[in-house]
């Protein structure tokens, strides 16, 4: 851990403060879209995330009124936190919309129905996600990706371990609880869907989120708290928890490699391993 915390101690640092309107605004309209979306949609995991929000909205100010030193990095935690949900939340109306296109039960897998909502589903969400960081948190997108856009060796090594050890717990436990027997059996398309869907999550996650909360906090603090978010991305269920408990793996490569690409390795390694052997 202390070659995490000394390569953040070289990261660039804006100097320019997240505008506190700008902190109430999309506050404002994260709330909304909370509150609005599980009416409009009736969408359970909406409803879900609004009152995970509400709590933890309860508890960043009761820990900043305790702790009025750390105010500044809750407000940009919970800020960068508020509008990554709600760059996912806009996702589902583009999807919706999607949905009623006349496409075949092939061509509607692939750009929306797939795994992740598909190659189009959350692109308008990684997209929205890398401009407000870079608007809002002035953190510049080669910042967003780690440091690195190119995909180079340490992205590799690293995504690849932390993608293997997912694997190997998951299937671990699956087997343990009784999953039966595992057999190598790959779905193909599901993984090709995956090459696009993947990134946009680690975008979303592992992105901005990311690096606001290490330039804030510190690099455990940041791992930790994507694997929350990304745990919560994914309902609130056995399995979100166990993504809650483990994915923090994958913030460890990015900040090891310095790449974002090393989150999306993992991610693509991982979701090989698993939907390959475990049916």
Known sequence: MHMLESRHANLPVSSRELHP?????????????????????????????????????????????????????????????????FALRIAHPWIMLL????????????????????????LPSALLILWLGRRIFHVPVAEQWGGSRAIQGGAWRYGALAGAGLALVTLGLATTFGAGPLRWAPPWAGLGVNLLSNLYEE???????????????????AMVWTGLVFGLMHGWDAKAIFIMLTSWVIAWAVIRARSLWAGWIAHQVADLLVDSLLH
Request: hydrophobic letters at 55%.
């Open 203 to 221: 975008i979303l996650v592992r992105g901005v989120l990311l690096q606001v909360v290490r330039r804030q906090w510190n690099d455990r603090t």
């Open 21 to 85: 309107g700008l902190v109430s605004l999309a506050a404002m309209i994260t709330a909304g879209a909370y509150l609005f979306m599980p009416v409009i949609l009736g969408h359970v995991v909406v409803a879900t995330l609004l009152w995970s929000s509400i709590a933890a909205g309860t508890l960043g100010l009761v820990t900043a009124l305790m702790a009025p030193a750390r105010r500044h990095a809750l407000v940009q935690t919970l800020a960068v936190t508020s509008i990554v949900f």
């Open 99 to 122: 949905r009623q296109l006349p496409l075949g039960d092939t061509a509607r897998f692939w750009i929306v129905d797939g795994p992740g909502g598909g190659l189009l589903g959350f």
